[in-house]
C-alpha cells in the first residue's frame, strides 16, 4: 500500500530535550515536506526536501532541523525544543512531475512540549 | 504575511444544503489551486485541484470556481451531507520548477453538517 508513516503518532516531552519524528514513504518521491498544523494558522511548511541530500528552509524553519540522506526518509529533529513547538506535524511528499502536485500526506504526530 | 487567505473558519450547514468556502490569493505566479479534506486524526488528503486555465471544475458533489482577475477560488458542496463534516484547506503552487511541489495553504475551514 502506498503510504507516508511517521512516528511517533503522540509524544509528550520536556523542554530541551532533543526529540526526532521520523518520516518514511514508500512512493519513490523526489519530494518530501514537513507542516505543523496549528488553529486558525492552517498548515505551515517547515523545511522540505527536493531529493537526496537536497534540502531548505520552508515557511517557519527556526527551532528544527532535518536531513535527507535516503529517498524514502526525512527525519525532523527538534535539538531543543520549546513550549512554543507543541503542536500537529505532518510529513508529505509529492512527485515532482508537471502537471501534478498532489501531496500525500502522514497520519500525523501530536506533539506536546511541557 | 498570509499569501493565501480562506474564510469561514468554521461553518455550520444542514444536511442537503450548499456549503461555500471561499479563498484569496496575492501571488500571480501561483499556478495550481487545490482544496485537502481533513477528517479528524487524518492527515489531509486531496479533494479537487483546478489550474487557471478554466473557471471551473465539477467532481461529483464539489466545484471549484476559479476568478482568475479577482484571484479568488472558492469550493462548493452541493447536497452536503454529514459525512462531509471535515477542515478543508484551499492551496496554491508556484509555478516554477525551483519551488517543486511546494504548496501553500489557506488557514482552513471546519464544516460541519447537521442530519
Known amino acids: 500500500e502506498a503510504q507516508v508513516t511517521q512516528n511517533p503518532r503522540y509524544l509528550i516531552t520536556v523542554t530541551g530535550k532533543k526529540l526526532t519524528v521520523t518520516c518514511s514513504q514508500n512512493?519513490?518521491?523526489?519530494?518530501m515536506s514537513w507542516y505543523r498544523q496549528d488553529p486558525g494558522l492552517g498548515l505551515r511548511q517547515i523545511y522540505y526536501?527536493?531529493?537526496?541530500?537536497?534540502?531548505d528552509k520552508g515557511d517557519v524553519p527556526e527551532g528544527y532541523k532535518v536531513s535527507r540522506k535516503e529517498k524514502r526518509n526525512f527525519p525532523l529533529i527538534l535539538e531543543s525544543p520549546s513550549p512554543n513547538q507543541t503542536s500537529l506535524y505532518f510529513c508529505?511528499?509529492?512527485?515532482?512531475?508537471?502537471?501534478?502536485?498532489?501531496?500525500?500526506f502522514g497520519p500525523g504526530t501530536r506533539l506536546t512540549v511541557l | 504575511q498570509q499569501q493565501v487567505k480562506q474564510s469561514p473558519q468554521s461553518l455550520i450547514v444542514q444536511k442537503g444544503g450548499i456549503s461555500i468556502i471561499n479563498c484569496a490569493y496575492e501571488?500571480?505566479?501561483?499556478?495550481?489551486f487545490p482544496w485537502y479534506q481533513q477528517f479528524p486524526g487524518k492527515g489531509p488528503a486531496l479533494l479537487i485541484a483546478i489550474r487557471p486555465d478554466v473557471s471551473e471544475k465539477k467532481e461529483g458533489r464539489f466545484t471549484i470556481s476559479f476568478n482568475k482577475s479577482a484571484k479568488q477560488f472558492s469550493l462548493h458542496i452541493m447536497d452536503s451531507q454529514p459525512g462531509d463534516s471535515a477542515t478543508y484547506f484551499c492551496a496554491a503552487s508556484p509555478i516554477f520548477y525551483n519551488q517543486g511541489g511546494k504548496l501553500i495553504f489557506g488557514q482552513g475551514t471546519e464544516l460541519s453538517v447537521k442530519p
Open positions: 501571488n500571480t505566479a501561483f499556478d495550481y
Open positions: 512512493m519513490n518521491h523526489e519530494y
Open positions: 526536501s527536493m531529493n537526496v541530500e537536497v534540502t
Open positions: 508529505a511528499s509529492s512527485l515532482l512531475a508537471s502537471g501534478s502536485n498532489e501531496q500525500f
